[in-house]
């Protein structure tokens, strides 16, 4: 929309205050301002929900693969074939054996429910979300027949086991006696803590060698699963039928998806959800803009029909409006957007005071899975979120703009 000379000199002069106009100019304000919360919402909220669903993705994968093949009875004697025909399959990136088996782990008097996972050394050293996120101890000190173990963060608090500290591990698949199946209890020294960030893996996850998860659970040279990845795990459809092929029989596979499906559905779902209900704040804001535009074009009733005398048209009076409405809106999303930004960037920060002023633990990683407040933002969303933003802003304007065109100056100027 190309404005002339004067329609630009006279849309400035109506953005700002005149004569008698401060409380027009206090509602275009609050209509700024609305706009600029309802953007800044938009944008945080979208941001902090992406980051909730890319931060569960990394650390849940990181962790557990993008799929899994399984032996039926949670053993997988031919699991060197599975491996090497895995990895055959295109996209396949790796293809690593595993042991997991929950079981009870006792220190210091105090007894919990743990995940033992067995992996090789050279899986779990390369394992960028457990290296990386050592916190005590030397992952590297992990060695088969070492009888060393490492322990997530939470797990290491509940224990009161640290690095250098001793857990028992009990197994109820014993020797038999006369009397029945006595538990098989074996002592591990504390290697190394980690924290992952996720909650449950932080509060039960137990690593140590593969060799020395299978003395424990007397698997033999068997394995419990494969843990496989690909290059799109977007895409893991394509490699199911191939990975079901090479295990038809003696095992299942089952994807990332399945196994947090319930999780990521529900992220999902809260993510429309709260894009819907919070874009009400912007078709709010845009009322106010609406509101004000109107009191204007009352306000300015008597320069609009001296302007129509003087030559101004129709079209041009309508353009005025508009421009001084979307520019309302436009200054409300660009200050919005910093907002958001400044917000996101300082966002833990945030969070910490706010609990500190309350006294409340606002993230209690228990309840959140997560450690820390996670932000990920979208470029594309929050091109989204601003062209909605304008859209609404312009369509506010239409009707106050189109009465000011219509006003008729006979009947205003009749009596002057």
Same mark, same amino acid.
């Given at each position: 929309m190309?404005?002339?000379?004067?329609?630009?000199? #006279?849309?400035?002069?109506?953005? !700002?205050?005149?004569?008698?106009?401060?409380?027009?100019?206090?509602?275009?304000?609050?209509? !700024?301002?609305?706009?600029?919360l309802?953007?800044?919402?938009?944008?945080?909220?979208?941001?902090?929900?992406?980051?909730?669903?890319?931060?569960?993705?990394?650390?849940?994968?990181?962790?557990?693969?993008?799929?899994?093949v399984?032996?039926y009875?949670?053993?997988?004697?031919?699991?060197?074939?599975?491996?090497?025909?895995?990895?055959k399959?295109?996209?396949?990136?790796?293809?690593?054996?595993?042991?997991?088996q929950p079981?009870?782990a006792?220190?210091?008097?105090?007894?919990?429910?743990?995940?033992?996972?067995?992996?090789?050394?050279a899986?779990?050293?390369?394992?960028?979300?457990?290296?990386?996120?050592?916190?005590?101890?030397d992952?590297?000190?992990?060695?088969?027949g070492?009888?060393? #173990?490492?322990i997530?963060t939470?797990l290491?608090?509940?224990l009161?086991?640290?690095?250098g500290?001793?857990?028992? &591990?009990?197994s109820?698949?014993?020797?038999?006696?006369a009397?029945?199946t006595?538990?098989?209890?074996?002592?591990?020294?504390?290697a190394?803590?980690?924290?992952?960030?996720?909650?449950?893996?932080?509060?039960?996850?137990?690593?140590?060698?593969?060799?020395?998860?299978q003395?424990?659970?007397?698997?033999?040279?068997?394995?419990?699963?494969?843990?496989?990845?690909?290059?799109?795990p977007d895409?893991?459809?394509?490699?199911?039928?191939?990975?079901?092929?090479?295990?038809?029989?003696i095992?299942?596979?089952?994807?990332?998806?399945?196994?947090?499906?319930?999780l990521?559905?529900?992220?999902?779902?809260?993510?429309?959800a709260?894009?819907?209900?919070?874009? &009400?704040?912007?078709?709010?804001?845009v009322?106010?803009?609406?509101s004000s535009?109107?009191?204007?074009?009352?306000?300015?009733?008597r320069?609009?029909?001296?302007?129509?005398?003087?030559?101004?048209?129709?079209?041009?009076?309508m353009? #005025?409006?508009?421009?001084v409405?979307?520019?309302?809106?436009?200054?409300?999303?660009?200050m919005?957007?910093?907002?958001?930004?400044?917000?996101?960037?300082?966002?833990?920060?945030?969070?910490?005071?706010?609990? !500190?002023?309350?006294?409340q633990?606002?993230?209690?990683?228990?309840?959140?899975f997560?450690?820390?407040l996670?932000?990920?933002t979208?470029p594309?969303?929050v091109?989204?979120?601003?062209?909605?933003a304008?859209?609404l802003?312009f369509l506010?304007?239409?009707?106050?703009?189109?009465?000011?065109?219509?006003?008729?100056?006979?009947?205003?100027?009749?009596?002057?």
């Open positions: 190309i404005l002339s000379r004067y329609e630009r000199m #006279i849309a400035r002069r109506y953005l !700002l205050p005149g004569k008698g106009e401060g409380f027009i100019f206090l509602v275009a304000a609050i209509s !700024l301002g609305a706009v600029a309802g953007v800044a919402a938009l944008i945080i909220v979208m941001s902090v929900m992406n980051g909730f669903r890319a931060e569960l993705f990394d650390k849940i994968v990181g962790l557990n693969g993008h799929a899994i399984q032996g009875d949670g053993r997988l004697p031919d699991w060197q074939r599975v491996a090497t025909e895995a990895r399959v295109p996209g396949v990136t790796s293809a690593l054996p595993l042991i997991e079981l009870m006792r220190a210091n008097g105090r007894v919990e429910g743990v995940l033992v996972r067995g992996m090789r050394v899986d779990i050293r390369g394992n960028p979300t457990i290296a990386s996120n050592v916190k005590s101890g992952i590297r000190s992990l060695t088969p070492s009888n060393r #173990i490492a997530g939470r290491a608090e509940s009161g086991a640290y690095p500290g001793e857990i028992s &591990l009990i109820p698949e014993g020797r038999s006696t009397i029945g006595v538990p098989r209890i074996v002592s591990y020294t504390v190394a803590t980690f924290e992952v960030g996720v909650y449950d893996y932080d509060n039960a996850f137990v690593i140590m060698p593969l060799e020395d998860a003395t424990l659970l007397m698997l033999g040279d068997e394995v419990g699963m494969v843990e496989v990845e690909v290059t799109d895409k893991i459809g394509d490699q199911l039928p191939a990975l079901q092929n090479i295990v038809r029989g095992g299942a596979v089952t994807d990332w998806r399945s196994m947090n499906a319930a990521f559905e529900a992220l999902a779902v809260e993510r429309v709260m894009f819907v209900v919070l874009s &009400l704040i912007i078709l709010v804001a009322f106010n803009i609406l535009l109107i009191m204007l074009v009352r306000a300015k009733t320069d609009i029909a001296i302007l129509r005398t003087m030559g101004a048209s129709r079209r041009g009076m353009k #005025i409006f508009v421009t409405g979307v520019t309302i809106g436009s200054l409300g999303i660009v919005g957007t910093i907002i958001g930004a400044i917000f996101l960037f300082f966002r833990q920060g945030v969070v910490n005071f706010i609990q !500190l002023i309350t006294g633990n606002l993230w209690d990683p228990s309840v959140r997560l450690s820390e996670p932000s990920k979208d594309v969303e091109t989204a979120i601003v062209l909605l304008l859209l802003s506010s304007t239409l009707y106050p703009a189109w009465k000011a065109a219509s006003t008729d100056p006979v009947q205003v100027l009749r009596y002057e």
